[in-house]
């Protein structure tokens, strides 16, 4: 028989605190802060920058060693992640850069059997706690770096004034605080008692969304942060107020919907938006031209946008603009694998987000609702960014680790059988026993 693997008691320690610190590092490299823009400041590829990267897929793999006989419970992950990396690596023989697809699909392996660690190892409240600690510190990093060296952490040129931290740009900036608001707010509806730490970060967390001036991002952290906030007080607030809220919930959810698909344009002007987001209408529909070229295919994963790409290089002189991404996930993943890699996408990211539904009552309390947070956030997201089957990016990292706990199973702990009761000496059992629970049991006589 077996069990969720999250059902363990809120007491678990969690891993040691020098394994914590190992994780924390991956995840603060994953998101490519600091090292990014000193190694690589055009945001290509670079000789020194997998140098960088050596050392800590050595770390990713000794933590991995470290806990060989856990990690294979989570074995429907582990077939999930076989056939998307087997998915990418095939696109190798029609990729417009063999080299570059394989050399990033190597990388999205690694990361992700990463993304599988992190869900088994660090189980219920430990997965926000780490990510909360993660972004405290590049929150911090990212408030020093802005005031001590502006001319790194403050857009000089394009954006001029806007907050961009440890990072490329401050949309990147946004989309991690986004994410660390999250797993604060989930440490605070957990019932973890350390609470001052949590309220830290999350008013840092926002503090540098709003220097970002990202709507999306915003968003983002209004969404995740008021799920899980929504989620605490309808367990808190008892059956009925949960039903009032749920209901409320859902006529605001569909009347929202359906201003935004009768009237998008009026939707983002109050957002504060063109119509045209930005020009990214004009990149989709120009990318989805190229996708009917090679619907069942694509270009290769990760190879359309180098710099000697051909198709690349129509868009970008279509769009008079240096375009380094689809600034969509879905329409980046079928420009990379075609149909087929985006269905299988987008059921992997279904599939987590049900398990995750269905875990909201036992385990997704325990946690503090970060699962369903996050999952909302990275929906979000991957409608305005490439975050979906990245080779090395914070969101799909979080997302295989919400779906690596939740398919995870742990043997039932095994009781130690009762103890038979003691017999006096020369003592026999009663041969006969009644036959029905309202005989009465007399006592024998004393014998004299």
């Not at 924390?24 to 055009?42: E, K, M, R, S, W």
């Not at 968003?219 to 008892?238: K, S």
């Not at 305005?384 to 969101?395: F, I």
């Not at 979080?398 to 003592?427: E, G, H, K, N, T």
């Amino acid at each position: 028989m077996y069990a969720p693997a999250d059902s363990r008691d809120l007491s678990d320690p969690g891993p040691p605190l020098w394994e914590q610190a190992a994780a924390i590092l991956v995840v603060i490299i994953l998101t490519q802060a600091f090292i990014g823009p000193v190694f690589a400041p055009t945001q290509e590829e670079t000789p020194i920058l997998r140098l960088i990267w050596l050392p800590v897929y050595a770390i990713i793999a000794g933590l991995i060693a470290m806990r060989p006989h856990v990690l294979v419970r989570a074995w429907p992950a582990w077939l999930i992640l076989g056939v998307l990396v087997l998915q990418a690596f095939a696109s190798k023989w029609w990729s417009i850069d063999p080299g570059v697809t394989q050399r990033r699909v190597i990388a999205m392996a690694i990361s992700s059997a990463f993304s599988i660690y992190l869900g088994i190892a660090f189980g219920g409240r430990h997965l926000p706690r780490m990510l909360m600690i993660s972004c405290l510190i590049m929150g911090v990093g990212s408030v020093i770096m802005a005031l001590a060296f502006p001319s790194i952490g403050i857009h000089q040129l394009e954006n001029a004034g806007l907050w961009r931290g440890l990072w490329y740009e401050k949309n990147q900036m946004g989309l991690v605080m986004s994410a660390g608001a999250v797993a604060a707010a989930a440490c605070l509806a957990s019932g973890d008692p350390r609470r001052l730490t949590p309220a830290i970060t999350l008013v840092i967390c926002a503090f540098l969304v709003l220097m970002t001036q990202s709507k999306t991002s915003l968003l983002c952290l209004m969404l995740g942060t008021g799920a899980v906030a929504g989620l605490w007080a309808m367990r808190r607030g008892g059956a009925a107020f949960a039903i009032i809220a749920l209901w409320f919930g859902v006529v605001l959810t569909a009347g929202a919907l359906y201003v935004f698909i009768t009237d998008p344009a009026m939707v983002l002007k109050t957002l504060g938006k063109d119509p045209s987001l930005t020009g990214r209408t004009d990149i989709w529909e120009a990318l989805m031209r190229e996708v009917s070229e090679r619907p069942w295919t694509g270009f290769g994963y990760q190879a359309f946008w180098g710099r000697e790409s051909v198709p690349a290089a129509f868009i970008r002189a279509e769009t008079q603009w240096p375009v380094p991404s689809a600034h969509n996930g879905w329409i980046d993943l079928l420009i990379q694998l075609g149909w087929p890699g985006a269905i299988t996408v987008g059921i992997t990211v279904a599939l987590a987000t049900i398990v995750s539904i269905f875990r909201i009552p036992g385990s997704g309390a325990r946690e503090g609702y970060f699962a369903i947070g996050y999952l909302l956030v990275f929906l979000l997201l991957s409608l305005s960014e490439s975050v979906l089957l990245s080779h090395a990016n914070l969101p799909w990292t979080l997302l295989l680790a919400i779906l690596a706990r939740a398919l995870a199973f742990s043997p039932d702990p095994v009781r130690a059988p009762l103890a038979a009761p003691r017999r006096r000496a020369y003592q026999t059992t009663p041969r006969i026993a009644a036959h029905s629970a309202h005989v009465r049991v007399q006592r024998p006589f004393p014998v004299r």
